[in-house]
């Protein structure tokens, strides 16, 4: 069940090594819970909003940071199922902030070759927020460096969910016999099948819980855990937490032979 190491570009390499970093064991996949926008805003006497547009700042280096080190995959948490739940203007503000970044960024993500993924119940989104993505990641589609993936409107639970109807559809049409369902079938059916699971996840602003996110995905993920919030949370502390990754030694269950 390791991950086999992939091969960075030269210049990837050299960043990363540049970095402290060991360029043969980097992750591949990295997963990020951007917790901390409203307290970072809070504890300075700012709104909220005024946080999430600091963190989108934030976002955007760590994504730029990530392709620099070579990176295959970063998924990000940017709007959860239940971030609905919160006030009426803080929720039209993200969605307003989603749809300016993504109008904004699109052409550098394109220069730096940069491909982006949606995961999530997106057909709840505002319909311009909904074109905007998909164009997003049908200009994109074909790069093959970082994979840039925002979970919006995302609930681990509602992913297997998602993934069980279509698994009860595909048996009701004769297309699958229950008795051949098993972890790879359910894997083909989440919303990003073709991405590897997380080899590390990474939590800013202390709270030590998954909060719903990537549930089938992160099973054998290394958790890593900063008091840091987002918008504090800049490519140092980044590759601090690559640092920390690396000193882990990933066992998937199994016993470390002692020589």
Sequence with gaps: MNPSPHTLPGDAAQYAAAAGLDPARLPTHVAVIMDGNGRWAESRGLNRLTGHNQGYRTLKNIVMESQKLGLKCLTVYGFSTENWRRSEEEVNGLMRLMLRAMRSEIEELIQSHIRVRISGRIDSLPPDLQEEFARAEQRT?????????????????????????????????????????????????????????????????????????LLWETAYSEIYVTPIYWPDFGPEQFVAALADYQRRKRRFGAVEELD
Excluded: M
């Design 141 to 213: 589609a074909h790069f093959s460096g970082l994979t840039f993936n925002l979970a919006i409107n995302y609930g681990g639970r509602a992913e297997v969910v998602d993934a069980v109807r279509l698994l009860t559809q595909q048996v009701k049409e004769g297309v699958l016999r229950a008795e051949e369902i098993d972890e790879q079938t359910i894997a083909r059916c989440l919303y990003a099948p073709d991405l590897p699971d997380p080899d590390l996840l990474i939590r800013t602003s202390g709270e030590l819980r998954l909060s719903n996110f």
